[in-house]
């Protein structure tokens, strides 16, 4: 199994910056694409960035694109979201997720974190 625990949200204005942090243990951790979700009140969870194990790529969907990077520090467990430009649509909780299968859909992942909150003030 792997746990996933989301850190580093909070509240920004627009135009600012906040780096989020998914710390995970359990099974190998390199061994899992790793993708960021997020979820605004009354929206459905939507995927933002996927990290692949396999060659180190990253896969980011249109409205983020040139705004967030996704990062992987393997020596400790922990995958990052980078948002920089942050607008007040960003808003929202924003969970990390781990999969074998390479996915951009929610329910293509196996473990969750719990997520952490992010607020873009306008």
């Known amino acids: 199994q792997v746990q996933l625990v989301e850190s580093g949200g909070g509240l920004v204005q627009a135009g600012g910056s906040l780096r989020l942090s998914c710390a995970a243990s359990?099974?190998?951790?390199?061994?899992?694409?790793m993708g960021w979700f997020r979820q605004a009140p009354g929206k459905e969870r939507e995927f933002v960035a996927v990290f692949i194990w396999s060659g180190g790529n990253t896969y980011y969907a249109d409205p983020v694109k040139g705004r967030f990077t996704i990062s992987r520090d393997v020596a400790r467990n922990t995958v990052y979201l980078q948002m920089n430009s942050l607008k007040p649509e960003d808003t929202a909780v924003y969970y990390c997720a781990a999969g074998s299968r390479l996915s951009i859909v929610w329910n293509g992942y196996d473990y969750w974190g719990q997520g952490t909150q992010v607020t873009v003030s306008s």
């Open positions: 359990g099974r190998t951790f390199s061994s899992y694409h």
